[in-house]
């Protein structure tokens, strides 16, 4: 079964200065990959996503991420974050030729002034 | 569109009663999702029907939670009786076809008491 490991809980960092979020995955097969983001309170909306491809996939809001796949990796990547990108970050991962997404745990950037 | 809607978007109940949460997914899609968001276990996918056909249950935590498909523009999930451990965000997500992406609702906020 695949899974996903999003490695940090948390990460603060300061307005204008550029973030990554990690994320990993497993999985035996071929997958396609997710960054869905919720802001306080609401659903979660689609940043981006992989399912082929260039391995770099520009997404809504300034958002990039990379697949790597000798990594198993997506990392999610902002080159200057703004007060408005504070929200919870969420990696998901589907196998290709299924329905179900398997989130990761979520990453909490908080952007500080 | 409207996008993905759900109702209520809080519920207050006390143990042992039933729980019923809505979802209208967005017209023309014919997948659609219910999860379930904790702090402690994140985001679990509940079940998923496929043409108004449940595919897969396999997330239900136990039978007294149920869910319904009637037709392609409504569906239900039911609890019953409810207990405090209950107590999460409930979203509902729809798409087209297995490949595309899943929009989330707003959520349904449930606290059991």
């Known amino acids: 079964a695949q899974s996903v490991t999003q490695l940090d809980s948390q990460v603060p960092v300061f307005e204008e200065a550029p973030v990554e979020l990690r994320c990993n995955y497993s999985?035996?097969?071929?997958?396609?990959l997710f960054w869905y983001v919720q802001y306080p309170n609401q659903g979660l909306q689609l940043l981006l996503k992989y399912l082929s491809g260039s391995t770099l996939v520009k997404g809504i809001n300034g958002f990039e991420a990379e697949f790597n796949k000798s990594q198993t990796s997506f990392h999610l990547r902002k080159p200057s974050v703004h007060i408005s990108d504070t929200a919870e970050y969420f990696c998901a991962v589907k196998i290709q030729g299924a329905q179900k997404l398997v989130f990761g745990q979520g990453t909490r950037l908080t952007i500080n002034p | 569109d409207a996008g993905v809607i759900q109702s209520p978007r809080h519920e207050v109940t006390e143990m042992g009663q039933e729980v019923t949460l809505r979802c209208k997914p967005i017209?023309?899609?014919?997948?659609l999702f219910w999860y379930r968001q904790t702090m402690m276990r994140g985001l679990e996918l509940l079940i998923y029907f496929n043409n108004n056909v449940p595919i897969d249950d396999s997330g239900m935590p136990e039978d007294r939670f149920s869910a319904k498909m009637p037709n392609a523009s409504f569906s239900t999930l039911k609890i019953q009786p409810s207990e405090p451990r209950d107590s999460a965000v409930y979203f509902c997500?729809?798409?087209?076809?297995?490949?595309?992406?899943?929009?989330f609702g707003p959520g349904t906020r449930l606290l059991v008491l």
């Open positions: 017209s023309g899609h014919n997948s």
């Open positions: 999985s035996s097969v071929s997958v396609y």
């Open positions: 997500a729809s798409s087209l076809g297995w490949k595309e992406t899943q929009y």
